[in-house]
């Protein structure tokens, strides 16, 4: 039985990823701002009142870990501001940037002592990020954070990888979530994707951009 710890898990994707998880037979720490009565009737470990972007929170969600290994840490937590050119609010860019870049990094450099080899580190980022893939423009605040959530994935396989952790940037499709406003496919769909990417991840696969679909996505 692995133990995994998901971010943003009270709603959306994160939700859906704790729901399959689970009935897998996976050990769940669900880490969120505040629980759902979906998650709540989950009847799965809960470690609330965790802001991503917020160090002390980090370091309280750390503590409430423990000692205990983690197997997979999911960095799925994020935001969306959308903006266009040339309106862009500089707060907002920065914004962004703290939950869907430096959240990740905070919270692998946390929980660094409940992984070890053979543990997996995933973030789920957004084919937004990809430079080559950027045909539409806009939303800049969005893509700045989650293109340097790319490098920051990217960098950590490196890092890592003397450790035995490896890491996967993850694409879940277009997904009908709050942040989407319901266009796209279903949460549960995109987390059975996202899950088969990171069973499927090795320590040889790592650092690697993957759509849950199963192809790899351009830098
Ligand atoms: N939906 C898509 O089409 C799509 C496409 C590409 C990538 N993604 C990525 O997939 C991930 C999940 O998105 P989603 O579609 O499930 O969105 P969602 O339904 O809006 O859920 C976002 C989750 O992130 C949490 N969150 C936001 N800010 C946080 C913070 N500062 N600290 C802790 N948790 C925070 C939210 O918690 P609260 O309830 O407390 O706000 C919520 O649990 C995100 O990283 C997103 O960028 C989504």
């Not at 309280?60 to 997979?72: E, H, K, S």
């Not at 450790?163 to 987390?191: F, K, Q």
């Amino acid at each position: 039985m692995a133990t995994v710890l998901i971010t943003g898990s009270n709603r959306g994707i994160g939700l859906q990823l704790c729901r399959q998880l689970h009935a897998r037979g996976d050990e769940v720490i669900a880490a969120c701002r505040k629980p759902s009565k979906s998650l709540r009737e989950m009847n799965i470990e809960i470690i609330d009142g965790l802001d991503v972007a917020q160090q002390q929170d980090v370091d309280r969600l750390a503590t409430m870990v423990g000692i205990r290994r983690i197997d997979t840490l999911i960095n799925n937590a994020g935001i969306l501001r959308l903006d266009s050119f040339p309106d862009i609010d500089e707060q907002q860019v920065i914004e962004q940037f703290r939950v869907n870049t430096l959240g990740p990094l905070k919270l692998t450099r946390a929980l660094m002592s409940c992984l070890g080899t053979g543990s997996k580190v995933a973030i789920v980022s957004s084919r937004v990020g990809s430079i080559a893939d950027n045909a539409s423009g806009n939303n800049y605040g969005y893509r700045l954070s989650k293109v340097a959530a790319n490098m920051l994935g990217a960098n950590l396989a490196i890092d890592l990888k003397s450790d035995g952790i490896a890491v996967i940037l993850l694409h879940p499709g277009l997904v009908a979530t709050e942040m989407t406003g319901g266009a796209g496919i279903s949460a549960d769909d995109a987390a059975k994707g996202l899950i088969r990417q990171i069973d499927a991840l090795t320590l040889q696969s790592s650092g690697k951009f993957m759509h849950a679909e199963g192809y790899e996505l351009p830098w």
